[in-house]
């Protein structure tokens, strides 16, 4: 067979084969289209999960009738006013999804430019296109879909149920609506209404963060809104904003994590690998914290013509954008300070009225903490240097107090304490409620947070390896890890180079003893070269901290007595982090007096 150019209707399906996948493809690419039209109201409408029709109608500024014909041309975009893709402002510029469309299924359009006083309408069908006829609209652009795939029935098979269809159709919606709340939303699917999401107007300059936290409310549900500290950080042109959960509202998966980049809903390993770097030392490896991040910076700094559906960014300064997610959601967790979920005090009172398993319910149990430990002397350091057990307070004078005044009580977030019970519990009165305090689980998260400070105060001890140790690794390798070595240096680990492929290391972290340090460079090779940043370093240091912190914390079993138990509940007010163990699971509960009554039945 000669060699000869494809007729553009099989262009177009080849194009299909990566654009349109199935249904929720589709409405990814015309509610996208609608946003980059101006849209204030986007309506989608399913018949049969997507496939028997799917419509998208918005109120745009439209098309008129030789815009229209251009449309479903091949290549044909509105979206590139400077002929480069360095300046991608909207969330098109291929110009391929309509034709693509319209080469798989039966493409009908209708549409009325803002300000004109005509509406006109056009049909593709198996790539053949109609001529532009009048018809009537009020403003903006319907488009409809029906019988997807009827050209390319081998595709077909491919689709799930309608069910699993229309939820992936929902999740795009949803995700594209996150980063868009002024704009109203709604899905319905055979007539059945699955959500409406009206705009959130309310003062969008003067509190863009109100704004968008109702939209997240609506979109996540309540508990995410209740419980989540907003980041904030900025550098260099890049900025990344959102809404960070508390750990104790940890899942199973990481489904709950949504990411934007400039707008647009990405799946992107750096950004998912920086919210994990972020969260390491407050979560167990195996839950997941909930997080809304929008990354914002200048279109010239960010690829997005990566990948055909785009839902994939490659950043041109990625180190900067994985620091300020990990600084932001860090900065933002500690502001949050020792505050501890909401729906901790809900999976309490559940487990009241029903055997429920509670949220922290995957976490490992108290005790079972994995690994060896060494009590070093840092950790020596940090338990001595800790008030709650300083032998002064421990005098047997201190008695428990007959009633709080409500001045105290008013001062202190996690009130007075009342009662220890059963040699692990601290039961304290607040204001308005009660807390109940898990004393080992609290004191071992202090000691932590004072050994991360101490770390940070005094540097990192190194230990000099008595032989120094060569290490052979690949060419990229060693060159990578040699470029960091000041950033390693600082973090305990002395390299060199030693000819092209080898490294030769002469000091580690004291706090290592003794290690495998052949895997430990190569798994910082390899860190280096995924996220650009030297991780698995910090993060056994910090594991190791957790260790050493959960041996050198009060015991459970020891009697407590009323200055010990004050000082601990004051320790956890002025230290961030503390509402949660390093596991995730929380360190205390707190029940207000309306829930109280409420599992009285009092109200
Ligand atoms: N809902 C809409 N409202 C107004 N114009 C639209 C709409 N959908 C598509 N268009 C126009 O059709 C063009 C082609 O759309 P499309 O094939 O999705 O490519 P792209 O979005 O990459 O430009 C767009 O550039 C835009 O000018
Ligand atoms: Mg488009």
Not at 117 to 133: F, T
Request: a negative charge; hydrophobic letters at 45%; one cysteine or more.
């Amino acid at each position: 067979m000669p060699i000869r150019l494809l007729p553009p209707n099989l262009v177009n399906q080849i194009a299909a084969g990566e654009v349109v996948e199935r249904p929720s493809s589709v409405v990814k690419e015309l509610v996208e289209n609608a946003l980059d039209a101006g849209a204030q109201r986007v309506d989608v409408v399913l018949r049969d999960g997507g496939r028997a029709l799917i419509s998208v109608t918005d109120d745009g500024h439209g098309m008129d009738q030789d815009e229209l014909a251009m449309a479903v041309e091949r290549h044909a975009t509105s979206k590139l006013p400077d002929d480069d893709l360095v300046h991608i402002a909207q969330f098109g510029f291929r110009g391929e999804a309509l034709p693509a469309i319209g080469a798989v299924g039966r493409l009908s359009i209708v549409s009325r430019a803002q300000g004109s006083a005509h509406a006109w309408n056009l049909s593709v069908e198996g790539g053949a296109k109609s001529p532009v006829a009048p018809a009537a609209f009020n403003q903006g652009t319907r488009v409809e879909l029906r019988d997807l795939f009827y050209a390319v029935p081998a595709r077909l098979k491919f689709l799930k149920t309608a069910r699993s269809e229309l939820n992936a159709v929902s999740e795009i919606v949803e995700r594209l609506a996150m980063a868009h709340p002024e704009v109203a939303f709604s899905l319905t699917d055979d007539e059945r209404s699955v959500f409406r999401l009206h705009a959130e107007t309310a003062d969008l300059m003067a509190e863009p963060d109100a704004a968008r936290l109702k939209r997240l409310a609506a979109v996540m549900g309540r508990d995410f809104a209740d419980n989540a500290a907003p980041v904030e950080a900025g550098r260099d042109g890049h900025r990344v904003t959102g809404f960070a959960g508390l750990p104790t509202l940890n899942r199973a998966t990481a489904a709950q994590q949504f990411l934007f980049v400039n707008g647009r809903p990405v799946k992107d390993r750096l950004l998912v690998g920086a919210i994990r770097g972020a969260y390491q030392d407050f979560l167990a490896r195996d839950r997941h914290p909930m997080a809304v991040l929008f990354v914002d910076c200048p279109p010239e700094d960010v690829d997005v013509n990566v990948h055909p559906a785009k839902s994939e960014v490659r950043f041109r300064d990625s180190a900067l954008v994985r620091g300020l997610i990990v600084g932001g959601i860090r900065h933002a967790l500690e502001r949050a300070g020792h505050r501890a979920s909401t729906t901790v005090a809900a999976a309490t009172l559940q487990g009241f009225s029903a055997p429920a398993a509670p949220a922290w319910h995957g976490a490992p149990r108290p005790g079972a903490y994995p690994g060896a430990y060494n009590v070093s002397h840092l950790a020596a350091q940090a338990v001595a240097a800790f008030a709650p057990l300083d032998p002064e307070l421990a005098r047997p004078s201190a008695r428990m107090e007959a009633t709080p005044d409500a001045t105290r009580l008013r001062d202190y977030p996690l009130g007075v304490a009342r009662a220890q019970l059963h040699g692990t519990y601290i039961v304290a009165q607040t204001a308005d409620g009660i807390v109940i305090v898990d004393q080992h689980a609290a004191h071992e998260r202090l000691v932590y947070e004072r050994m991360k400070e101490s770390l940070a105060a005094t540097g990192i001890a190194r230990q000099a390896l008595l032989i120094p140790e060569m290490v052979e690794l690949d060419q990229p390798s060693a060159e990578r890890l040699i470029s960091r070595s000041d950033e390693l240096a600082e973090l305990g680990l002395v390299i060199e180079s030693f000819g092209p492929a080898t490294v030769v290391v002469r000091e580690v972290p004291a706090l290592l003893g003794k290690t495998d340090v052949h895997g430990l460079l190569r798994d910082l090779a390899d860190e280096l070269a995924e996220f650009g940043t030297a991780l698995s370093l910090k993060e056994k240091l910090e594991s190791i901290c957790g260790t050493m912190a959960c041996h050198g914390s009060v015991r459970a079993g020891r009697q407590l007595n009323q200055a010990e138990m004050d000082a601990l509940l004051r320790q956890m007010e002025a230290t961030p982090h503390s509402g949660q163990c390093n596991h995730g699971r929380p360190t205390y509960v707190e029940l207000k007096l309306a829930d109280i009554e409420r599992l009285f039945g009092r109200r």
